[in-house]
């Protein structure tokens, strides 16, 4: 099958990487690195379709011949009424301090009453766009709990919080090949394959 290539919307390196090792080896992609004046869309969306949907709308118009793939995700917890949902990055105010946004999760949890542990989910869409338009959207969950003692050092964001249904540890104790096979990322992302692969057919 032929290359090819893919921008993805993101600043973020851990998420670029991760992307980059989920996607079949007939994708060619490249980040955001090689467009530094890449404009940066608002994400005033209410749900992860909305925001993923603003950022590859508005990275394919700056390069309309490209195709486009953004991703918004997040981790929902049922005790905090879905929080911190979309704003899973900036949850404790500064954007993509994982430090910082683990600890309030724990203080918040700490003091809520109820049995545990607290379920909860990753929730991942990946949006394909091309010359300012969604071409397709793709969600993916991964259901599961939250431990209020991390473990691991794998991973980003809340990996050494959560633990997927049916495991013992952590996302962040987990190989990242073996967290990519049952992610959330991983099952957006492999619906986003048989969409690129049906369109090359």
């Avoid at 607290?118 to 394909?128: E, K, N």
């Avoid at 473990?151 to 952590?170: A, H, M, Q, S, W």
């Amino acid at each position: 099958m032929k290359k090819i290539p893919l921008v993805i919307a993101t600043g973020n390196a851990h998420k670029a990487k991760e992307i980059a090792a989920i996607l079949p080896e007939w994708c060619e992609v490249h980040t955001l690195k090689e467009y530094p004046d890449a404009p940066e869309a608002a994400e005033t969306g209410r749900t992860f379709a909305e925001n993923a949907k603003q950022k590859a709308e508005c990275l394919s118009a700056y390069l309309p011949e490209a195709l486009v793939i953004a991703d918004d995700s997040g981790l929902c917890v049922d005790a905090l009424n879905g929080y911190p949902g979309v704003i899973s990055a900036r949850y404790a105010g500064e954007h993509g301090d994982d430090m910082a946004n683990n600890r309030k999760l724990l203080r918040e949890l700490a003091a809520m009453p109820g049995e545990q542990p607290h379920t909860a989910r990753f929730v991942c869409v990946i949006s394909l766009a091309q010359g300012g338009k969604e071409l397709g959207s793709f969600p993916g969950v991964v259901e599961g709990s939250i431990t209020l003692n991390p473990r691991g050092t794998n991973g980003f964001g809340y990996d050494p919080l959560f633990i997927p249904t049916g495991y013992k540890v952590t996302t962040a104790e987990m190989r990242p090949q073996d967290k990519d096979a049952i992610s959330h990322r991983g099952r957006a992302l492999a619906g986003l394959t048989a969409f690129l692969s049906a369109m090359e057919e």
